[in-house]
């Protein structure tokens, strides 16, 4: 129990600002800009408002321990790719700092448990630059399989869609998934 998945607060854009400044995050993801803290307080108000719309969206992680943000994961709905619509996606970004210790893994696996069991959702994908080793392994885990290779309309990013379906994960040998699912409060992984 590492992780705490929770709404956002003002408190979060600063650090949040932070990691969206790395270009190393920031490699695969778009068009690979970095975005500053007038644009990260923008993004936090929208994934805010997906809440608002969706009935879903993307979480602050933070972790328990220490109460750092370590950024975000959670679902969306992959307007950037109408050729999948309608879909909604499971994404993540966290700070480098937190990379490599399973830690993207284990809030993913909370919130597929989230979307399939608190939200009835049937279906989720997840979408990662073709080159972005990192995430396909993370989809892989918590077993997404490819679904379609394309390219996204506004930036010709080569990328490849992955989903899994609630039938899926029915079979625990299919996916392995967190017996908590995170809710519209903070939860504890």
């Known amino acids: 129990m590492r992780l705490t998945l929770r709404r956002w607060r003002e408190d979060d854009v600063a650090p949040m600002s932070e990691i969206d400044a790395d270009p190393e995050v920031m490699r695969w993801i778009g068009d690979g800009s970095v975005r500053d803290l007038a644009q ?15 009935g879903f969206g993307l979480f602050a992680v933070e972790e328990r321990a220490s109460g750092d943000l370590l950024g975000f994961t ?4 992959p307007r950037f790719l109408p050729e999948i619509l309608p879909a909604v996606e ?8 937190s990379w490599g210790q399973g830690l993207a893994t284990e809030a993913a ?3 597929l448990s989230f979307a399939f069991e608190d939200r009835g959702l049937d279906r989720v994908v997840s979408v ?7 995430s396909l392994r993370v989809m892989r885990r918590i077993g997404m399989r490819v679904a379609l290779r394309t390219v996204v309309p506004d930036t010709g990013v080569p990328v490849v869609v992955h989903d899994l379906t609630s039938a899926a994960t029915a079979d625990p040998r ?4 967190s017996p908590e699912a995170p809710t519209p409060g903070a939860q504890q992984l």
Not at 74 to 77: A, E, I, K, P, Q
């Open 90 to 97: 499971i994404g993540w970004r966290l700070a480098r700092r």
């Open 40 to 54: 990260t307080r923008e993004d936090v108000a929208r994934w805010e408002r997906g809440w608002d719309e969706h």
């Open 128 to 134: 990662a630059h073709v080159e972005n080793e990192a």
């Open 109 to 111: 696996r909370a919130v």
């Open 174 to 177: 299919a996916t392995p998934t």
């Open 74 to 77: 959670g679902l969306s709905v």
